[in-house]
């Protein structure tokens, strides 16, 4: 990389919004994108989403979600052929920054997979190392100028809401999505250590094949589903932490009382909306607005 490259990305300004699985964090970038920044295009940073199929599994925004907001690094890539690591994912999101600062836009890092971030971000990239795992340390100097956003939620309140999400997935055509995955023999060629990983997958897949009529079978599918995704919340979180401790200045945004308004309003919505806009929203434009005056 030439000097001259590297000093212009260090003065790239980049949005970053961090959080476990379900805390609204690609609600909170299509929010902020079209009523605030309207020049924000967003890359993905989630690394199943990475991939092309399974969308519901997967939980990828729908096209009616985004909102015209144009979205890079989603259901990118054939499963069948990538395995997108870290380092690959370095190399692909710089390459997308570049191009939207070139264009005079505002690149929103949005994304649950801390470590796609990690070595997006850190100017001292070793992929050969693991600070979320080991005491390695953190590199603290970053490749961009960023201003991040930790959307949190208590876990308490975020497992009861992700176990919901979980049910409200199944209802949307989940099973569905699945039995055609298995059905077809896509779970043959998709890389097991890529997409064959999402959750959702290894743990229907004994129902699919086998227990179609098995009731319990089905149950304990699920129940390890929603286990697994709130595991997923908990070993984000630790590893957001971890980035924090290691120097990362994050702007935590607590949610949990948005989460509380879903699981106990029958309103059709319009008080979460109202507690979201004015604990999340508002609170995230002020951030945002203060550093991209600096």
């Not at 991939?51 to 890079?72: A, F, P, S, V, W």
């Not at 997108?84 to 997979?113: C, H, M, W, Y």
Request: proline fraction near 3%.
């Amino acid at each position: 990389m030439e000097p001259t490259a590297v000093n212009t990305r260090r003065h790239q300004k980049i949005v970053v919004i961090m959080g476990p699985t379900g805390a609204g964090k690609s609600r909170l970038s299509i929010d902020l994108a079209t009523c605030y920044y309207n020049n924000s295009e967003i890359i993905n940073s989630d690394k199943m989403q990475v991939y092309r199929g399974l969308d519901i599994t997967t939980n990828k925004i729908t096209m009616q979600e985004r909102r015209g907001i144009r979205h890079h690094l989603l259901g990118s890539f054939d499963p069948t052929e990538s395995v997108i690591n870290p380092f690959n994912f370095r190399q692909f999101a710089s390459e997308k920054i570049t191009d939207i600062v070139s264009r005079g836009g505002l690149p929103v890092l949005v994304g649950g997979s801390n470590s796609f971030i990690y070595s997006l971000l850190a100017k001292n990239f070793d992929p050969k190392s693991d600070v979320f795992n080991r005491p390695d340390p953190v590199s603290s100097e970053l490749r961009y100028k960023c201003c991040f956003i930790w959307v949190d939620v208590s876990f308490p309140v975020l497992d009861q809401y992700l176990c919901k999400r979980v049910d409200e997935m199944l209802g949307s055509g989940m099973l569905e999505e699945l039995k055609e995955y298995f059905g077809s023999g896509q779970d043959l060629r998709v890389k097991r250590n890529g997409l064959g990983q999402a959750i959702g997958v290894p743990e229907l897949e004994g129902y699919v094949k086998d227990g179609l009529k098995c009731e319990e079978m089905y149950e304990e599918a699920v129940r390890r589903i929603k286990d697994n995704t709130c595991q997923l919340g908990k070993r984000q979180v630790g590893k957001i932490v971890r980035l924090k401790k290691g120097g990362w200045n994050l702007n935590r945004i607590d949610a949990t009382e948005v989460f509380k308004a879903v699981m106990t309003t029958d309103d059709g919505g319009g008080r979460v909306a109202e507690i979201w806009e004015k604990q999340v929203v508002e609170t995230s434009v002020k951030i945002v607005k203060q550093f991209l005056d600096e």
